[in-house]
């Protein structure tokens, strides 16, 4: 556990003891939040259902406060928490061909996995093509490693982009979020769906 | 007011906190100041230039010896083995590629006794073990080891002792910085550390 | 009344962290953020006053002698206090330091334990401290070396 860990020294062990129970709480809240169920993920796309948004929508941004708050009381050392590299036409590519992924296949890779454990063989078909392009992408890596590694930015974080600092950004994701609720809801009345809705 | 209003309305008052606090995305030190107050006031914390010679000349590998100083001073003169980080691009957070082995004893020196102790309370912040400073700095060094001598008829084992160590030392840090630039670039190369990069995520 | 209860949960949730974060804010015995910026007249040598430069600094100046006792030799209308630097974290000397206005400068008769405590201070977002030096003390190599040309040593 990166950024604690370097607060206090904590055994492998107990590292791996953390990391396995913060598993099982992300599992267990996909699960309760009925996201095993691939009509309602893809009700996202077609609006019936937002539930998705919302929930991840709410999780990004209670991490971010906490993370900030963290950072504030120096209990949490940002610096330490790793960022991911941004390669801006790979990011593209790769998020179209997710995009389309998931409203065919239902599932995205987390909630696949929610969705295999509970015995979906839905979700263990969607877990072999994931796997197999996983396999394609490994082989043939030389013929698109140019797209793979085109427009490299490097680690940065969008407050970095704009200029302005962590706590505002937080804040403009906060009134982007709310309003995002508030269409959210929108939607799911005006493409209201009963006879999946009452079902999931 | 109901539920998504209410958390909607929640979640825009701490982030509004959030916007009006200074935060900052750049490092600062970890411990408190009470707990590196202490750190910082050791004694054992500093060692001599005779103590450094004494390393130098048997080439101890359990010691990192740091220059602090610009590149083009450290290449004009450095103590043999000493691996060149300028003390403005330490502020720039390249402490963690340096100082990452906790079992090697990491000494910093500059010229003087200011950058090096800089250095020291800076890395004793971000809660880094085993640092130690080269009291007096490079000017010590030339002042003891490269130029002192012993006088009088009679010297003790232990004048003796220092006067070998010297000695060796004082020859050793002639023959490196003798070298033409272009040999002394290889020779440093050779010990320059690779920062490390985080690696890891996953989704 | 009944306004508070219908928001009490989030008053609940906002209101200590919004106390918490205020007297963060507030406190001073601990270090600020963005420790590059804090350490920025170390870089530019600003903060390193030799005796024949005092004059180049403006207001009330206060010498803290962070060793054993009080020196005396810069007794030109100027305070001396004697702070040794184990206990300059204290809360009496903080305060004396908060509220004193003008430069403080920190003497010792070793550069290194000043140079210490500058940065700590420092760090902890006291602005306006400085170190005094000796003249001849500064971050220039003072000697000359002379390059064995005929020596080739085993690579």
């Known amino acids: 556990m990166g950024p604690i860990s370097s607060l206090i020294q904590m055994p492998e062990w107990l590292d791996l003891l953390i990391a396995l129970l913060i598993g099982i709480g992300f599992g267990f809240s996909l699960e309760q939040a009925g996201f095993s169920s691939s009509r309602k993920l893809v009700g996202m796309f077609y609006g019936y259902d937002t539930t998705v948004i919302k929930v991840f929508f709410t999780a990004s941004i209670v991490a971010l406060i906490g993370s900030q708050l963290l950072s504030f009381f120096g209990l949490l050392n940002l610096n330490q928490v790793f960022v991911n590299e941004f390669y801006v036409n790979a990011s593209i590519v790769g998020g179209i061909i997710m995009g389309a992924g998931f409203i065919m296949g239902g599932f995205c890779p987390g909630t696949g996995l929610s969705a295999l454990s509970i015995g979906k063989i839905d979700a263990m078909v969607f877990f072999v093509g994931g796997l197999t392009g996983a396999f394609l992408f490994a082989e043939t890596y030389p013929l698109i490693q140019k797209l793979a590694n085109g427009s490299y930015k490097g680690p940065i974080k969008i407050n970095e982009v704009l200029g302005i600092s962590p706590g505002l950004f937080t804040f403009l994701l906060i009134i982007a979020a709310v309003i995002m609720f508030w269409i959210a809801e929108a939607a799911e009345k005006r493409f209201a769906r009963p006879d999946i809705t009452n079902e999931i | 007011m109901n539920t998504r209003g209410k958390f909607s309305a929640g979640l825009l008052c701490l982030g509004f906190i959030l916007a009006l606090l200074p935060l900052s995305a750049n490092w600062s030190f970890t411990i408190k100041p009470q707990k590196l107050l202490p750190k910082v006031l050791d004694d054992k914390t500093y060692f001599t230039v005779d103590q450094v010679a004494r390393f130098v000349v048997s080439e101890d590998t359990t010691v990192q010896i740091i220059d602090l100083r610009s590149p083009k001073e450290f290449r004009a003169v450095n103590i043999p083995g000493s691996i060149n980080v300028p003390y403005d691009k330490l502020l720039n957070n390249a402490l963690g590629s340096i100082l990452s082995n906790g079992n090697i004893k990491n000494i910093f020196y500059s010229n003087s006794d200011f950058d090096s102790n800089y250095a020291l309370v800076i890395a004793g912040g971000l809660n880094y073990k085993n640092i130690y400073v080269m009291k ?4 010590e060094w030339f002042n003891t080891v490269m130029n002192s001598s012993f006088s ?8 003796n002792a220092l006067f070998e160590t010297r000695t060796r030392a004082r020859k050793m840090f002639t023959e490196l910085n003798s070298l033409p630039d272009s040999l002394k670039l290889k020779f440093i190369e050779t010990k320059h550390i690779a920062s490390k990069k985080l690696d890891g995520g996953c989704e | ?37 804090w350490a920025e007249p170390s870089v530019l040598r600003s903060n390193i006053i030799t005796g024949d ?9 206060l010498i803290i002698n962070l060793g054993k006792a009080v020196s005396g030799i810069y007794n030109m209308n100027i305070d001396e206090l004697n702070i040794p630097a184990d206990s300059i974290l204290s809360k009496n000397h903080l305060k004396t330091i908060r509220k004193h206005d003008g430069p403080v400068l920190l003497f010792s008769s070793e550069t290194a334990v000043s140079s210490r405590i500058w940065m700590v201070l420092s760090q902890m977002g006291y602005q306006n401290i400085f170190i005094l030096a000796n003249d001849s003390d500064n971050e220039v190599l003072k000697y000359k070396f002379q390059p064995d040309t005929l020596v080739r040593p085993e690579l």
């Open chain 2, 136 to 139: 007096g700095g490079l000017n």
């Open chain 2, 152 to 159: 009088g008829e009679r010297i003790s084992a232990r004048e």
């Open chain 3, 1 to 37: 009344m009944k306004v508070i209860n219908k928001y009490k949960v989030i008053i609940a949730v906002v209101l200590p962290i919004l106390i918490l974060v205020l007297i963060r804010s507030f406190g001073a015995n601990h270090f600020k953020s963005d420790a590059k910026r």
């Open chain 3, 53 to 61: 430069q005092f004059g180049t600094l403006t207001g009330d100046k």
